[in-house]
């Protein structure tokens, strides 16, 4: 019954495809690629926050390491589908994913928590299953640091140049460097290297250290099926237009893309050809709400870089454009860690025990507060540790096993804390029996506890069906 309700779920998607790209039809909106008179223009007034680096411009001895680890990573079957959540339902992306970067950090997108492959970190005891997952996460952090570098100077050109209009009120500085420099060697005015605006030192810092990289993997030639592209009729998608989720604001995101180009697929040369190269994977952009400013196309190769600066992936969407070749991807974030480290949940954790008692002689447990505010404050905790750390983490992050066993002392201190935690619900339910406590006092303890206590329950059932 559920596979016959899925396959009509998708008919009914594709008739609804299939009827928006028949009314697009002609009408699609217009992209240009860089074979069109108006691309640099376009990019320069539209997306100038795109800076795009070609594979010339990085070192060669890095270039090496990070492919090397690409291969590697694979090899060892380290690239997961994630399943995700979207609407309430639960999707395989087409793309596999690990994720790599400092020990205890996560990053969540579309409702799934991944956790960290600790790249090796001074001061961390971290065992890898193999020298080579070592030297691959290793060299990850290598490509973290040089992107880190180039992520700060590309921010210090943007305040230069925005400097420089205000006090000139012209742009033909700005213009002559994009003209000059948005798909060639370099691409970032050499003036900006070494200058930086004192006041914006941390706000710098903040914005282009990258805690994490997502690795991304495809071979397109493996997929039954691809979305096509709906708005501007620009192929097969890999994955479809989004703003990248849980950064920091206004931080830089920073890819290094490897499609593994193989002799046998080569760029079609022919003049007829319209629109991007099929064979050739691209990064699409588009301005967000926006069905009047043309998109872009630009095509990746191995080695190349492009960072989106500022806030960029807020004003902007973007997607990524199969070719034919399997390719890779590094994608470096500042991930907003507030509420993402192991150190936030362990802290949490912490502060809800506080609340918890043991007799000195019948070393019986108690609560130490029964009001609203503490009990709220607890059983909050207890859901944040149940649903967003330990079944996150067993759902899918059990994976991560063949790569490295770092997660599974925390996870088990924090299973501890949550048992704990569990015994402190049933403290409260069995003191809010009690006829002695103060009526108004208790109606409020027990309006708060039941909210949580629902919404536990629920939560327990919609992981139970996942």
Request: with cysteine; aromatic share 10%; charged share 30%.
């Amino acid at each position: 019954g559920g596979t016959m309700k899925r396959r009509a779920g998708e008919r009914e998607k594709e008739l609804k495809k299939k009827k928006l790209l028949e009314e697009l039809g002609e009408n699609r909106l217009p992209y240009l690629t860089p074979a069109d008179a108006d691309f640099h223009q376009l990019w320069k007034t539209k997306y100038s926050k795109l800076i795009f680096r070609k594979s010339d411009t990085v070192p060669e001895e890095l270039h090496q390491m990070v492919q090397e680890s690409f291969l590697t990573l694979r090899e060892h079957n380290c690239l997961f589908q994630d399943l995700v959540r979207i609407k309430g339902k639960d999707f395989l992306t087409p793309v596999s994913r690990i994720l790599i970067g400092n020990p205890g950090c996560t990053y969540k997108y579309l409702n799934t928590r991944l956790f960290t492959v600790p790249w090796p970190t001074e001061g961390y005891d971290i065992k890898y299953c193999s020298p080579q997952i070592h030297d691959a996460c290793k060299a990850l952090m290598r490509l973290n640091d040089y992107l880190h570098t180039e992520a700060v100077k590309a921010l210090q050109g943007e305040i230069l140049f925005e400097t420089k209009e205000i006090k000139d009120t012209t742009v033909t500085d700005r213009e002559q460097s994009f003209a000059t420099s948005l798909m060639e060697k370099g691409s970032v005015s050499k003036v900006q290297s070494g200058v930086c605006v004192p006041e914006d030192d941390r706000s710098l810092k903040n914005r282009t250290s990258y805690n994490l990289t997502l690795l991304n993997y495809m071979d397109p030639l493996e997929m039954l099926y691809l979305k096509q592209e709906p708005y501007f009729g620009m192929g097969n998608m890999a994955v479809s237009w989004h703003h990248d989720e849980n950064l920091v604001e206004r931080s830089v995101v920073a890819v290094y893309s490897y499609s593994c180009e193989d002799s046998a697929i080569e760029e079609s040369n022919e003049q007829e050809l319209k629109g991007r190269d099929p064979a050739v994977w691209h990064v699409g952009l588009k301005v967000a709400w926006d069905i009047e400013t043309p998109g872009l196309a630009i095509p990746l190769h191995q080695g190349d870089i492009y960072l989106m600066l500022d806030d960029l992936n807020m004003t902007h969407q973007h997607c990524v454009l199969a070719g034919l070749s399997p390719r890779f991807s590094s994608t470096h974030r500042v991930a907003d860690s507030s509420r993402g480290t192991l150190e936030y949940i362990l802290g949490r954790c912490e502060l809800a025990l506080q609340n918890l008692q043991t007799d000195s002689d019948s070393m019986a447990l108690s609560l130490k507060s029964l009001e609203a505010a503490v009990v709220k404050q607890v059983e909050e905790i207890h859901n944040e540790v149940e649903f967003e750390w330990l079944r996150q983490f067993w759902f899918q992050g059990k994976r991560y096993l063949k790569c490295t066993d770092w997660w599974l002392k925390p996870m088990a201190k924090l299973e501890e804390f949550w048992r704990k935690m569990e015994i402190m619900t049933s403290l409260v339910l069995s003191e809010v029996r009690k006829e002695q406590q103060i009526e108004e006092q208790r109606n409020e303890t027990i309006s708060c506890f039941l909210l949580l206590l629902k919404e536990r329950q629920k939560l327990r059932k919609e992981w139970t069906a996942r």
